[in-house]
Structures are given as structure tokens and as C-alpha cells.
């Protein structure tokens, strides 16, 4: 066994960026002493995928655990805050009767009294003989995201407000951002188009070879090349395990528009707006809109798709022309062999619904470098990073899908397909089952293993209008009158909080200035 002195990452996107500035400065107080040397290699002619411009608030712990503080994240890579989804037709088409959007906040439920949920269904937070949306019962959130305020004051400090938050961002100018301070932090950056990899007698990688004739050598690879999966997938055989048949999207058309006014207000939240044969996201940064149609290319054409997506942007998209990716939706349930590690795309995709991508690589880049084979001993680390990563991915999908199952759309093809019980997880069919008749508890899930936390299911479930049935067992949920003063509390703190909270775009201004 061979210890580990140096590690190649091949690729330059977000993953492989982000991936590097992790282990660069977690290996740091050992990379002297230990002599670990990382190097990058990327293609100056095969670009970054570039889109991916909404997080979850992880991202806030990653960008604090690299050392890139929040003013200047803003600042250069345009961004702006989300402190959660609007999801508009999704439960039923535009035009029905009922409500035409829920929403997904960042924040937790209030955690000062009871658990809500139980009290929200036994019907105690109405307020004027009015049931309120489950998300504006149990937390301030909406309230401050539909009046376009942000989620901190001036003061508050870098990544802390009172409000749980994410980032939307330009994806290019992020990669840009992580490669210069990966590079601070010490990564070795090769300019380079790996066209063959070597493998070793064992089978293992010995080396990658670039056209212009380098030859890479290193003890560890990191496979970040995005959808081609040149290591992992082409080189070492990965097999990889599609989800056409759950989710069932594969193509995104995607255009960035101008606001109407430089100083148009900009939402705070990412905006899914369900179509005839998928989704389209709206997100606000400082200058731009980045805007795009996910669809099923089983469920309508690109043609159509286009159409649909002008019908939604309107005038601004005029004599634009968007942009077309194929999207492989899925994961290889192999994603570390011998002495590979895949990161980013090249393991796994699960549609840009929910912000799973940054979120999947943050979890690879902290389990690597925790579990980090100093001494080449790869077996073990890898057995547990597959079974880790997998199960990661298993729960991603049935949230996800979740989203599609619940909808009560019976318009189109794609959302009565959705709705087969066929294309629906067994694991996500249990847990529904379950939900049938108690609301969900934490105790259903493994924190561990879960990209969303339980109320993130929770606000998606009860928004998608999920009935749980609590006729037998009301009254294991006693606390009726601290319940019902806790919904009035933050009835009443939200009306404060938007006294207390600043514009959205003015507080993204000061940040920019302050940095
Ligand atoms: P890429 O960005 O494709 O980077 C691949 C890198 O590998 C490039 O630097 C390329 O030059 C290099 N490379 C490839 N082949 C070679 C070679 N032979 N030699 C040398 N270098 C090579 N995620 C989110 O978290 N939130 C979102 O809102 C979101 N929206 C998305 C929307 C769409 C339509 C899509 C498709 C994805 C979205 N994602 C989102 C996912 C997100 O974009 C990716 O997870 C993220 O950008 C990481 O990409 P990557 O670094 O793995 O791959």
C-alpha cells in the first residue's frame, strides 16, 4: 500500500473547484507535513456546464468551511438571497379554483412550543375562521420573502440572520471565484483536454494523458469532468442507473433576460412555475434573470418547449435565442472505485428541481476529505462513500419526485404519468402511506443520510395539499392552547419582522459595498 501524497482532480467546474478549495484547506494543517499535493486540470476548450444558480443553505456552512466570506460571494459572483421555492401551478393548472402556489421556506418550523404540524392539521392556526398555507402558519418566512425584504439586517453577521437563507449566483462567476482562491489556498491549476487515461496492472488509474502531452500521474483521481464521466465512467466502467422512468425530465432550454427596470425589486426565493410537460425556474440576481424550461422530451418537443418558455418570460426574451442541454437524469451507485473518486455530474444528476446538485457535491467533497485514505488504503473509504452517496441519492429522489406524485394535475400527459403508481419509489410509497394517517415525525428520517430536512418534507407535502388523516389520533396532541398562542406569535412577530428587515436589493447593495 502506497500512501497518498498526490491527488489529481480532473475538471474545473463547480465540483471540481469546490472539491478542491475543501480538501485544500482541510488538508492544509497535514499537507505540509505529509507533503499532499493537489493539482487541477481542466479544458480551456470543453466549458463548464453553467447553469446551476440556485443552492441550499449548506452552501452558507461550505463557503465559511473554505474561507470565502459571504460580502465577497455576493459581490463577485453576482448573487443574490433565497430563503426558499415558490411553486406556482404545481397542485393544480393556472386558472383552477384553489390556491395557485405554496411555498418552501429555508426557516424551520417555530420551535418554541409543540411541534406545529399536528396542531396546523387539528385546524388551530386559522386565523379570521381562515386556515392559513402551512408554510405561513408555522414560520414568518413568506411573509418576509413576498414583501421583498431579505433574510438579515445590515448588521447581522457574515452567513447569520434570523431568517434561514441560501444563495441564488451566476454559476460561471462562481467556478472563476472558487478557482482563484483554490489557487490561494495552494491547488496547482493545469491547463489541459485529458484524451486517454492509464491504468495500472491492478486496474487502477496510474495517470491521465492531455492532448497537448502531459502526462498526470497521482495516487488519487477525482473524477469532476461533469456528464462525460471520463474516468469514472468511461475509463473505469461505472454502470450508471437512469431515472427516465421516476423523473422524467431530460432536457432544460435555458436564457438569461434583463429586468425591466435596473432597479426592479428581486425576489428573494426561486420561482418554479409547473408546464404542460415540466418546469420552468426563474431566478433574480443583481442584473439578470436566469430563466429556464425543464421538460420531458417523451412529452412534448423542443419546438413546443420553446413556445412555452416565451409564452412565460413575455417581451424580454425577444430575439433571444436559449440555450438546449440534455440532461442525464440519475447516479452510478459506484462512484469510488479503486483509486476514483466521481464528484459533481460525472456521479449523479436528479434534476435542477430543489437545488440537489451543489448540495450533492458539498456532502462528496466533506465525506472524502473526512474520509481521506492517507495511507492508500482505498477499499474500506470506498465501501463507505458508495453505501453513504447512495443512500444520499435515494432520498433525493423520492423528495423530488414527491413533488410530481402529489400534483393533482390531470392536464397533460407528463403529470398523469407522474402520478403512475409505477414511476413512484416504493421507499417514496411507503412513506406517504405512512403520512396517510400520522404527519410526518423526525424519526422517519436518518439525519445523516438526508440531503432536505423533515420540515423541508413537510412544507412540500402539506403545499402539494397531502391529506393526513388525523381522526384516531388527535389526541396524542394535547398542548392545544400553547399551540394556538404560537401560531398567533408569529402572526404577530412577522408583522415586526418586516419593520426590522431591509429591502432585499438594498441589503445585496451594501453587501457588494462592503466588500
Ligand atoms: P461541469 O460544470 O460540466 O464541469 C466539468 C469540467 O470538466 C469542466 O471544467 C470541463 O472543462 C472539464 N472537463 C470535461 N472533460 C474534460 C477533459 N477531457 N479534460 C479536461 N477537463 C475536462 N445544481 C444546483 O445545485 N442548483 C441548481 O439550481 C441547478 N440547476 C441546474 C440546472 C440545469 C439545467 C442543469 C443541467 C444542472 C443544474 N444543477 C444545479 C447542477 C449543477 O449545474 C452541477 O451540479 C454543477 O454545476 C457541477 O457541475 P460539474 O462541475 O460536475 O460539471
Same mark, same amino acid.
Given at each position: 500500500?502506497?500512501?497518498?501524497?498526490?491527488?489529481?482532480?480532473?475538471?474545473?467546474?463547480?465540483?471540481?473547484?469546490?472539491?478542491?478549495?475543501?480538501?485544500?484547506?482541510?488538508?492544509?494543517?497535514?499537507?505540509?507535513?505529509?507533503?499532499?499535493?493537489?493539482?487541477?486540470v481542466?479544458?480551456?476548450?470543453?466549458?463548464?456546464?453553467?447553469?446551476?444558480?440556485?443552492?441550499?443553505?449548506?452552501?452558507?456552512?461550505?463557503?465559511?468551511?473554505?474561507?470565502?466570506?459571504e460580502?465577497r460571494f455576493?459581490?463577485?459572483?453576482?448573487?443574490?438571497?433565497?430563503?426558499?421555492?415558490?411553486?406556482?401551478?404545481?397542485v393544480?393548472?393556472?386558472?383552477?379554483?384553489?390556491?395557485?402556489?405554496?411555498?418552501?421556506?429555508?426557516?424551520?418550523?417555530?420551535?418554541?412550543?409543540?411541534?406545529?404540524?399536528?396542531?396546523?392539521?387539528?385546524?388551530?392556526?386559522?386565523?379570521?375562521g381562515?386556515?392559513?398555507a402551512?408554510?405561513?402558519?408555522?414560520?414568518?418566512?413568506?411573509?418576509?420573502?413576498?414583501?421583498?425584504?431579505?433574510p438579515?439586517?445590515?448588521a447581522?453577521k457574515?452567513?447569520?440572520?434570523?431568517?434561514?437563507?441560501?444563495?441564488h449566483?451566476?454559476?460561471?462567476?462562481?467556478a472563476?471565484?472558487?478557482?482563484?482562491?483554490?489557487?490561494?489556498?495552494?491547488?496547482?491549476?493545469?491547463l489541459?483536454?485529458?484524451?486517454?487515461?492509464?491504468?495500472?496492472?491492478?486496474?487502477?488509474?496510474?495517470?491521465?494523458?492531455?492532448?497537448?502531452?502531459?502526462?498526470?500521474?497521482?495516487?488519487?483521481?477525482?473524477?469532476?469532468?461533469?456528464?462525460?464521466?471520463?474516468?469514472?465512467?468511461?475509463?473505469?466502467?461505472?454502470?450508471?442507473?437512469s431515472l427516465?422512468?421516476?423523473?422524467?425530465?431530460?432536457?432544460?432550454?435555458?436564457?438569461?433576460?434583463?429586468?425591466?427596470?435596473?432597479?426592479?425589486?428581486?425576489?428573494?426565493?426561486?420561482?418554479?412555475?409547473?408546464?404542460?410537460?415540466?418546469?420552468?425556474?426563474? #431566478? &433574480? %440576481?443583481? =442584473?439578470?434573470?436566469?430563466?429556464?424550461?425543464?421538460?420531458?422530451?417523451?412529452?412534448?418537443? *423542443?419546438a413546443? +418547449?420553446?413556445?412555452v418558455?416565451?409564452?412565460?418570460i413575455?417581451?424580454?426574451?425577444?430575439g433571444?435565442?436559449?440555450?438546449?442541454?440534455?440532461?442525464?437524469v440519475?447516479?452510478?451507485?459506484?462512484?469510488?472505485?479503486?483509486?476514483?473518486?466521481?464528484?459533481?455530474?460525472s456521479g449523479?444528476?436528479?434534476?435542477?428541481?430543489?437545488?440537489?446538485? #451543489? &448540495? %450533492?457535491? =458539498?456532502t462528496?467533497?466533506?465525506?472524502?476529505?473526512?474520509l481521506?485514505?492517507?495511507?492508500? *488504503?482505498?477499499? +474500506?473509504?470506498?465501501?463507505?462513500?458508495?453505501?453513504?452517496?447512495?443512500?444520499?441519492?435515494?432520498?433525493?429522489?423520492?423528495f423530488?419526485?414527491?413533488?410530481?406524485?402529489?400534483?393533482?394535475?390531470?392536464?397533460?400527459?407528463?403529470?398523469?404519468?407522474?402520478?403512475?403508481?409505477?414511476?413512484?419509489?416504493?421507499?417514496?410509497q411507503?412513506k406517504?402511506?405512512?403520512?396517510?394517517?400520522?404527519?410526518?415525525?423526525r424519526?422517519d428520517?436518518?439525519?445523516?443520510?438526508?440531503?432536505?430536512?423533515?420540515?423541508?418534507?413537510?412544507?412540500?407535502?402539506?403545499?402539494?395539499?397531502?391529506?393526513?388523516?388525523?381522526?384516531?389520533?388527535?389526541?396524542?396532541?394535547?398542548q392545544d392552547?400553547?399551540?394556538?398562542?404560537e401560531?398567533q406569535?408569529?402572526?404577530q412577530?412577522?408583522?415586526?419582522?418586516?419593520?426590522?428587515?431591509?429591502?432585499?436589493?438594498?441589503?445585496?447593495?451594501?453587501?457588494?459595498?462592503?466588500?
Amino acid at each position: 500500500m502506497k500512501a497518498v501524497k498526490n491527488v489529481l482532480i480532473v475538471g474545473g467546474g463547480t465540483a471540481g473547484w469546490l472539491t478542491a478549495c475543501f480538501m485544500a484547506k482541510h488538508l492544509s494543517s497535514t499537507r505540509e507535513r505529509e507533503g499532499i499535493q493537489i493539482r487541477l486540470v481542466e479544458s480551456k476548450d470543453i466549458g463548464i456546464i453553467g447553469v446551476g444558480e440556485g443552492s441550499f443553505p449548506s452552501i452558507r456552512g461550505t463557503l465559511a468551511a473554505i474561507g470565502v466570506d459571504e460580502a465577497r460571494f455576493i459581490k463577485e459572483c453576482h448573487g443574490t438571497f433565497k430563503q426558499g421555492i415558490r411553486f406556482d401551478h404545481w397542485v393544480r393548472p393556472a386558472g383552477s379554483p384553489g390556491a395557485d402556489h405554496y411555498f418552501h421556506p429555508f426557516s424551520h418550523p417555530s420551535q418554541r412550543g409543540p411541534e406545529l404540524l399536528p396542531y396546523w392539521l387539528k385546524g388551530l392556526a386559522a386565523r379570521d375562521g381562515q386556515q392559513p398555507a402551512f408554510a405561513d402558519a408555522v414560520t414568518m418566512q413568506k411573509c418576509i420573502a413576498d414583501a421583498s425584504r431579505g433574510p438579515k439586517r445590515f448588521a447581522d453577521k457574515d452567513f447569520l440572520g434570523p431568517m434561514n437563507y441560501a444563495y441564488h449566483f451566476d454559476a460561471g462567476r462562481l467556478a472563476a471565484l472558487l478557482s482563484e482562491h483554490g489557487q490561494s489556498l495552494g491547488v496547482n491549476r493545469i491547463l489541459g483536454t485529458v484524451e486517454h487515461v492509464q491504468l495500472d496492472d491492478q486496474g487502477a488509474i496510474a495517470a491521465v494523458h492531455t492532448q497537448d502531452g502531459q502526462v498526470l500521474a497521482a495516487d488519487l483521481f477525482i473524477d469532476c469532468t461533469g456528464f462525460s464521466a471520463g474516468l469514472i465512467g468511461k475509463t473505469l466502467g461505472s454502470p450508471f442507473k437512469s431515472l427516465n422512468d421516476v423523473l422524467f425530465v431530460d432536457r432544460a432550454l435555458a436564457l438569461q433576460v434583463p429586468y425591466a427596470k435596473p432597479d426592479a425589486p428581486i425576489p428573494s426565493y426561486t420561482i418554479s412555475s409547473a408546464q404542460e410537460a415540466g418546469w420552468i425556474w426563474d #431566478i &433574480g %440576481l443583481q =442584473e439578470r434573470r436566469g430563466t429556464g424550461y425543464v421538460f420531458s422530451s417523451r412529452h412534448t418537443d *423542443e419546438a413546443r +418547449a420553446e413556445q412555452v418558455l416565451r409564452n412565460y418570460i413575455g417581451p424580454a426574451a425577444d430575439g433571444m435565442t436559449p440555450r438546449l442541454l440534455k440532461l442525464n437524469v440519475g447516479y452510478r451507485e459506484t462512484q469510488w472505485i479503486k483509486n476514483c473518486v466521481a464528484i459533481g455530474l460525472s456521479g449523479g444528476f436528479i434534476e435542477p428541481l430543489e437545488s440537489s446538485g #451543489i &448540495g %450533492l457535491i =458539498e456532502t462528496a467533497a466533506y465525506l472524502l476529505t473526512y474520509l481521506f485514505p492517507f495511507n492508500g *488504503e482505498f477499499d +474500506a473509504v470506498a465501501t463507505q462513500f458508495n453505501q453513504h452517496m447512495k443512500a444520499r441519492y435515494e432520498r433525493v429522489v423520492d423528495f423530488v419526485k414527491m413533488h410530481f406524485s402529489l400534483s393533482q394535475r390531470t392536464d397533460s400527459a407528463f403529470w398523469r404519468d407522474n402520478r403512475d403508481v409505477a414511476s413512484i419509489p416504493e421507499s417514496l410509497q411507503e412513506k406517504l402511506k405512512m403520512w396517510s394517517c400520522r404527519p410526518p415525525h423526525r424519526m422517519d428520517f436518518i439525519a445523516d443520510l438526508e440531503m432536505y430536512p423533515p420540515s423541508s418534507w413537510q412544507f412540500v407535502l402539506y403545499g402539494m395539499e397531502f391529506q393526513t388523516d388525523m381522526a384516531n389520533n388527535k389526541f396524542v396532541y394535547p398542548q392545544d392552547q400553547e399551540a394556538t398562542q404560537e401560531f398567533q406569535m408569529i402572526a404577530q412577530m412577522a408583522q415586526r419582522a418586516l419593520a426590522d428587515l431591509p429591502d432585499h436589493r438594498k441589503l445585496v447593495e451594501h453587501l457588494c459595498r462592503a466588500a
